[in-house]
């Protein structure tokens, strides 16, 4: 969605790195492929990247990858750590805004609770996010932990913007 926004709305040249090891992007361009096939889809790593409406999709992106999207002229970079561990932590912190994105529902409330706790000293570099969760485990998270939490509108497509994400997305990326 942060893609969909940067690109269709900013008009900003964007890439998304995948930096874990889900495959949800190889999943992506078996799918969604555009107009320009190719003999053989990437799914096997890392290459040159694919696109779905007009943002670059980058599987299994290493540093090669970073410069590659400088090469290219992308304006924004949205990259997909997945879950934050410490091999993956530094490179999240070198990010020039560090969205942390969770669920707060009844029964994951104690695993955000701890991790964000947890990283209390990240509290001035991250922006926290949720996509589901209990209104009033969302406030209570945001008392506990004495930070503010915004909650991601549903979406049906992650890749359309609606005016409910255009409203979403410009309360804090220009």
Known sequence: MTAAYLSGVLCRRTAVLEQNESGSFAQLEKIFRTGKRREKPVIDG??????????????????????????????????????????????????????LVG????????????????????????????????????????????IRIRRIPLQKNALMVTGESMTFFGKFLR
């Open 46 to 99: 890392a290459g040159q990247p694919f696109e779905i409406r007009g943002i670059f999709f980058y599987q299994k992106a290493e540093r090669a990858e970073w410069y590659d999207c400088s090469e290219r002229g992308m304006e924004a970079m949205v990259i997909d750590f997945g879950a934050l561990t410490q091999k993956n932590q530094d490179a999240f912190f070198r990010c020039s805004r560090c969205f």
């Open 103 to 146: 669920s707060v529902s009844g029964w994951q409330l104690a695993d955000f609770a701890a991790l964000a706790a947890e990283k209390q000293k990240w509290k001035k570099w991250c922006e926290y996010f949720v996509s589901f969760g209990e209104e009033e485990a969302v406030k209570m998270a945001e008392q506990y932990l004495d």
